[in-house]
Nanobody, 124 residues
C-alpha cells in the first residue's frame, strides 16, 4: 500500500508557472513508476507525464512537451511536476499515480494507487 498526497495547485495567470508535488508514504517509493494525470470539468481523465522508477526515463503528452517537466526525488519520496507557460486549457484537477514495478504507462488502468488531486486554475 502507498499513500499519495498532491499539493501546489492554485489559481495562476496564463503564462505563469507552478510546481506540483506528490508526497508518497508506505512502500518503497523507488519501486514505482509515477505519473501525472489531469481531469478538466466535464471531461475524462487524461495522461500528462510519466517518469520511470529511477527517474531516468520520462514521457509527455504532446500538449505539454516543452512546457512541463516531471521529476522525482526518491530520497524524499516525492514526485514533482514543473509547469511553465501555463495556458487556460491546462486548468484541471491534477492527480499523481503510482505503478508498482511498472515502466510507466499512458493508461490510468495500469496504475495501482492514486492521490486525491490538486486543483490548477489558469486564468486568461
Amino acid at each position: 500500500q502507498v499513500q499519495l498526497v498532491e499539493s501546489g495547485g492554485r489559481l495562476v495567470q496564463a503564462g505563469g508557472s507552478l510546481r506540483l508535488s506528490c508526497a508518497a508514504s508506505g512502500r518503497t517509493f523507488s519501486n514505482y513508476a509515477m505519473a501525472w494525470f489531469r481531469q478538466a470539468p466535464g471531461k475524462e481523465r487524461k495522461f500528462v507525464a510519466t517518469v520511470s522508477y529511477s527517474g531516468g526515463n520520462t514521457y509527455y503528452t504532446d500538449s505539454v512537451k516543452g512546457r512541463f517537466t516531471i521529476s522525482r526525488d526518491n530520497a524524499k519520496n516525492t514526485l514533482y511536476l514543473q509547469m511553465n507557460s501555463l495556458k487556460p486549457e491546462d486548468t484541471a484537477v491534477y492527480y499523481c499515480a503510482a505503478d508498482l514495478w511498472g515502466a510507466g504507462s499512458l493508461f490510468g488502468r495500469n496504475y495501482d494507487y492514486w492521490g486525491q488531486g490538486t486543483q490548477v486554475t489558469v486564468s486568461s
